[in-house]
């Protein structure tokens, strides 16, 4: 099979497409990986329920599961719509990147009458090899890419940025409307802060 989409991904690495934001390479890419093996990985990061923050009201975001998906739905996840995060479940995904592919419980309280508060031991959910990789790569988006907007001089910035089409109350995107976001952490090498904004 050929054709300029094709092309276009075969030309571009994964800091490539994370740098120019690509929706083709993403698309391409997840094509590549597969919709049972790209599935796997939404599970593994836990993207399909709540982070089981110790907060009221938190919502588990909107990810059909993969019995339910159609034709458009592997390609359309790859570069965010037909998904819904919340914040904090995007957060605690970049931030198991950060933390050498250790998903960890996201949390408030630390102690209770003097007390440590135990939490859930952390998991793996990629290769320490893996989220160096991935790290160095979204490095680039901040350095050369369309997060140039957050470097910090003297520190080296891991992020990506992202833009998701509103919704309408009749269902549908709004036209003209997005949200823009930002979210990574630094230092690259030694993180200690991750932020979403």
Avoid: C
Wanted: hydrophobic fraction near 35%; charged fraction near 20%.
């Amino acid at each position: 099979e050929s054709s300029a989409a094709s092309d276009v991904y075969k030309r571009q690495t994964l800091r490539e497409i994370l740098i120019h934001s690509s929706n083709i390479g993403a698309v391409m890419m997840a094509r590549d990986t597969g919709s049972q093996k790209f599935w796997e990985y939404l599970n593994k990061f836990e993207l399909n329920k709540p982070t089981g923050i110790d907060f009221a009201g938190e919502s588990k975001g909107i990810l059909k599961d993969i019995v339910n998906w159609d034709g458009s739905s592997l390609g359309s996840m790859a570069f965010g719509q037909g998904i819904s995060l919340t914040p904090i479940q995007l957060t605690r995904a970049i931030a198991a990147i950060a933390d050498d592919g250790l998903l960890r419980q996201p949390h408030f309280l630390v102690s209770r009458g003097g007390e440590n508060v135990k939490y859930p031991e952390p998991k793996r959910v990629i290769s320490s090899a893996s989220s160096d990789q991935i790290a160095d790569a979204m490095e680039s988006v901040v350095s050369e890419g369309t997060g140039k907007a957050g470097q910090i001089p003297g520190f080296a910035v891991s992020a990506k940025t992202g833009t998701a089409q509103r919704v309408t109350k009749r269902g549908g995107y709004a036209e003209g409307f997005n949200t823009a976001s930002f979210v990574g952490f630094a230092p690259t090498n030694n993180p200690e802060v991750v932020v979403y904004t």
